[in-house]
């Protein structure tokens, strides 16, 4: 038994116990000597977002190996700031994943951009949680991350990252970041971007193959139409060389979920500067900004949510989108804006409490499917964001239930990728890291309640909202113990 794995067997066989040994084996399982594969089989090398998650869910096993997570993320960050979504291993086969990468060709990249030389990436980006990430994995053991020098490596990092969404990204001048690639938000095949993806020439058929369909169904998984017209996206922006000025992006959206993580991260690197002796008040200045122009560009008060704004035609994107919900763990958001968003979650869009965690679309819309990808199941991630959201604005009644579910789904469905919202079902991959992660998470949130009830939810105050440092139950002396051996080598 691994060091990972002693710092997960807390004393007692209960059920809180049993979660965190079942947690920990999936993402000892996952590891790939570095950092954290999302799943051994369909996607076998280090994602972005995928590793901030799973840094979050880890900083409670092993508050080390978390940093390392990040660590490891930052080291193949470009030189224009960008924080590419996926980091390739190179003992992986080319033909284990697509794109691979011999079709993203970073290293002979123009080096304006500034692609490392050293590792292939792919050249766009996914949400910007990383330096809230990066400030709860400090919280989880202040003494070891000071001991380290953690935060005073990862902060040019973050705010290089940050300057790059704020500048080069911001392709609608209103001072919000843009998405170029419905992958970057991270809701792929949402119904959200039906109608953007629409003007998008498809790659043509035979050019690509698509390796995720040996390992999942096809009626889970995104379209060969979608499938074609993101390869045709990332071919033009890579044959521009990533350049977002000199791209003809034919799509192009303000993302809710996607600048309200930038926001809440920006706070989180306020707190960052603050221990570093940088300059915090100007991340502050930056986290208003933005937060004005979320709420002026995206907030709906009609539809009581935030929508997406298409910059091809500059108008909204119709539509209830979990997207939408996530702005609710922006700090300082309106507390009327905050009490429509909850109503819509709780209403018959989202049947938050009537149905399995939070759909990804609109349970009443005729482009919901239960069952494929983002266009309906409901995702872990997302859980924890709107969980997060409920808790910051006082809804701890409703995010208690949501945790609830959040705890015995995971486990029952083996940590599956996400679920069917009706009946519950797992579906995609099992054993899925973020999965795992979040869940030891919320774990550590619930307090006893997890092992003593399965209704009743005590609030976890202020010392989940601010995380909590150290000294919290199950974190054993020595789990910070640097490269926690263990796990199995890179998928192949």
């Given at each position: 038994?691994?060091?990972?794995?002693?710092?997960?067997?807390?004393?007692?066989?209960g059920?809180?116990?049993?979660l965190?040994?079942?947690a920990?084996?999936?993402l000892?399982g996952?590891?790939?000597g570095t950092a954290?594969v999302p799943?051994r089989a369909?996607y076998?090398?280090?994602?972005?977002w995928?590793s901030?998650?799973?840094?979050i869910?880890?900083r409670h096993?092993?508050p080390r190996?978390a940093?390392?997570e990040?660590?490891?993320l930052?080291?193949a960050?470009?030189?224009d700031?960008r924080?590419p979504h996926i980091?390739f291993n190179?003992?992986?086969?080319?033909g284990?994943?697509?794109p691979?990468p011999?079709?993203w060709r970073s290293?002979?990249?123009?080096?304006?951009?500034?692609a490392?030389s050293?590792?292939?990436?792919?050249?766009i980006?996914?949400p910007?949680?990383?330096a809230l990430?990066?400030w709860?994995?400090?919280l989880?053991?202040?003494?070891e991350?000071?001991?380290?020098g953690?935060?005073?490596?990862?902060?040019?990092?973050?705010?290089a990252?940050?300057?790059y969404l704020a500048?080069?990204?911001?392709?609608?001048?209103g001072?919000?970041?843009a998405?170029?690639?419905p992958w970057?938000?991270?809701?792929?095949?949402?119904?959200?971007?039906?109608a953007?993806?629409?003007?998008v020439?498809?790659?043509?058929?035979?050019?690509?193959?698509r390796?995720?369909l040996?390992?999942?169904?096809p009626a889970d998984?995104?379209?060969d139409?979608?499938?074609?017209?993101y390869?045709r996206?990332a071919a033009?922006?890579?044959?521009?060389?990533?350049?977002?000025?000199?791209?003809p992006?034919?799509f192009?959206?303000?993302?809710?979920?996607?600048?309200?993580l930038l926001?809440a991260s920006e706070h989180a690197?306020?707190?960052?500067?603050r221990?570093?002796g940088?300059d915090?008040?100007a991340?502050?200045?930056?986290?208003?900004?933005?937060?004005?122009?979320l709420?002026?560009?995206l907030w709906d008060?009609?539809a009581g949510?935030?929508l997406?704004?298409?910059?091809?035609?500059?108008?909204?994107v119709?539509g209830y989108g979990v997207?939408?919900?996530?702005?609710?763990?922006?700090?300082g958001?309106?507390?009327?804006?905050?009490a429509a968003?909850?109503r819509t979650a709780l209403?018959p869009r989202?049947?938050?409490?009537?149905?399995h965690?939070?759909p990804s679309?609109?349970?009443?819309?005729?482009?919901?499917?239960?069952?494929?990808?983002?266009?309906?199941?409901?995702?872990?991630?997302?859980?924890?964001?709107?969980?997060?959201?409920l808790v910051r604005?006082g809804?701890?009644?409703?995010?208690?239930?949501?945790?609830?579910?959040?705890?015995?789904?995971?486990?029952?469905?083996?940590?599956?990728?996400?679920?069917?919202p009706y009946?519950g079902?797992?579906r995609?991959?099992r054993r899925f890291s973020?999965?795992?992660a979040?869940?030891?998470?919320l774990l550590q949130?619930s307090?006893?309640a997890?092992?003593?009830s399965g209704d009743a939810?005590?609030?976890s105050?202020?010392a989940?909202?601010?995380?909590a440092?150290?000294?919290?139950?199950?974190?054993?002396?020595?789990s910070?113990?640097?490269g926690?051996?263990?796990?199995e080598?890179?998928a192949r």
């Amino acid at each position: 038994m691994t060091a990972v794995l002693e710092a997960a067997a807390a004393p007692g066989t209960g059920r809180r116990a049993h979660l965190r040994r079942a947690a920990a084996h999936v993402l000892l399982g996952n590891w790939a000597g570095t950092a954290t594969v999302p799943s051994r089989a369909l996607y076998p090398h280090q994602w972005s977002w995928d590793s901030a998650f799973v840094a979050i869910g880890l900083r409670h096993l092993a508050p080390r190996r978390a940093q390392r997570e990040l660590e490891t993320l930052l080291g193949a960050q470009w030189g224009d700031g960008r924080i590419p979504h996926i980091v390739f291993n190179p003992s992986v086969p080319l033909g284990a994943y697509f794109p691979s990468p011999d079709f993203w060709r970073s290293s002979g990249t123009d080096r304006a951009a500034g692609a490392p030389s050293t590792v292939e990436t792919s050249g766009i980006v996914q949400p910007p949680v990383h330096a809230l990430a990066a400030w709860l994995v400090h919280l989880a053991d202040p003494a070891e991350s000071r001991r380290r020098g953690f935060l005073p490596r990862v902060y040019p990092g973050l705010a290089a990252w940050h300057r790059y969404l704020a500048s080069s990204r911001d392709l609608g001048g209103g001072g919000l970041a843009a998405v170029v690639h419905p992958w970057e938000p991270g809701l792929d095949n949402s119904p959200s971007w039906d109608a953007s993806l629409a003007r998008v020439e498809p790659a043509p058929r035979g050019s690509f193959r698509r390796a995720d369909l040996d390992h999942g169904s096809p009626a889970d998984r995104p379209t060969d139409l979608d499938y074609a017209r993101y390869v045709r996206l990332a071919a033009t922006y890579r044959d521009h060389a990533y350049d977002d000025a000199r791209t003809p992006h034919a799509f192009a959206v303000e993302d809710p979920c996607f600048n309200a993580l930038l926001i809440a991260s920006e706070h989180a690197l306020a707190a960052i500067a603050r221990v570093v002796g940088a300059d915090e008040e100007a991340h502050r200045r930056r986290a208003a900004a933005a937060t004005r122009a979320l709420l002026d560009r995206l907030w709906d008060p009609a539809a009581g949510v935030f929508l997406p704004r298409d910059l091809v035609t500059d108008e909204p994107v119709a539509g209830y989108g979990v997207s939408g919900l996530v702005p609710l763990i922006v700090p300082g958001l309106p507390e009327d804006v905050a009490a429509a968003l909850t109503r819509t979650a709780l209403g018959p869009r989202f049947g938050l409490g009537r149905v399995h965690l939070v759909p990804s679309y609109d349970l009443t819309s005729r482009e919901f499917d239960g069952n494929r990808y983002w266009r309906g199941p409901s995702w872990f991630n997302m859980a924890w964001l709107v969980h997060r959201g409920l808790v910051r604005h006082g809804e701890t009644a409703t995010a208690g239930r949501l945790r609830a579910q959040a705890l015995d789904a995971a486990v029952r469905t083996g940590f599956a990728e996400y679920l069917e919202p009706y009946t519950g079902e797992g579906r995609g991959v099992r054993r899925f890291s973020w999965t795992a992660a979040l869940a030891l998470d919320l774990l550590q949130s619930s307090g006893d309640a997890y092992e003593s009830s399965g209704d009743a939810y005590e609030s976890s105050g202020d010392a989940y909202e601010d995380g909590a440092p150290g000294g919290t139950p199950g974190n054993v002396p020595g789990s910070a113990s640097e490269g926690v051996p263990g796990g199995e080598g890179p998928a192949r």
